[in-house]
């Protein structure tokens, strides 16, 4: 169970480390700018249809891709992920703007949008393939990715241990086109009206002063 908010714990490390050194329209792909600002992160936090629909309203993601990293079998389908037999996980590919959101704040948003605490599951939904897992693209991305982790785990934010994966991208399949923006596309299906809006009202609440403007 959790203690208290991601968000406040990462909150209190930024200034720690500084010390030290009408309707909703609801966002989809951005124009990528043609610059050096533009960079990827990849995380997996169970059921991808949920984490894709948060990290989309985050000022600064110009685009999220659904799809499987971390497994054996090149080319994976959605069935043979679920099988579970495949090694993928499902995951997030995430095009940002450096300029606008940095990776820390990237993985402040990825702790709070599941729960890392659950080993190879997340909810009702069981399997290796919705493990927590952080795909790094560079150096930097696993130094801070481990860094944070350590905090986290020491913080004391959980009661239980945060048992989220860090490892290299090998490769990323992009997943098929049904998957792609699919809270946006099927809003009142019975799985994203139950399971993915709560997940995003809350998710919206804690980073309100983070999100896409309308």
């Not at 995430?94 to 729960?115: C, G, M, P, R």
């Amino acid at each position: 169970m959790r203690k208290y908010s991601i968000f406040i714990f990462f909150v209190t490390l930024a200034f720690f480390a500084c010390a030290q050194n009408k309707k909703e329209k609801v966002p989809g792909d951005m124009e990528i700018p043609n610059n050096t600002h533009v960079e990827k992160a990849t995380f997996g936090g169970g059921c991808f249809w949920c984490t894709e629909a948060q990290f989309q309203y985050l000022d600064g993601v110009l685009k999220v891709e659904s799809g499987y990293a971390g497994g054996s079998v090149p080319n994976p389908t959605y069935e043979q992920v679920c099988e579970g037999n495949t090694g993928h996980a499902e995951v997030i590919q995430v095009t940002y703007d450096t300029a606008k959101i940095s990776y820390d704040e990237l993985l402040q948003a990825f702790w709070e949008s599941h729960d890392p605490t659950q080993l190879n599951r997340q909810g009702n939904d069981v399997g290796t393939q919705y493990r927590s897992v952080i795909f790094y693209h560079t150096p930097e991305q696993k130094e801070k990715a481990e860094f944070y982790l350590k905090k986290l785990q020491g913080s004391g934010a959980y009661d239980k241990p945060v048992v989220t994966e860090i490892a290299p991208l090998t490769t990323f399949y992009k997943a098929e086109n049904y998957h792609q923006d699919y809270y946006n596309l099927n809003g009142r299906q019975p799985y994203c009206t139950f399971v993915i809006k709560p997940k995003l009202e809350k998710f919206k609440k804690v980073f309100k002063d983070r999100l896409k403007k309308p």
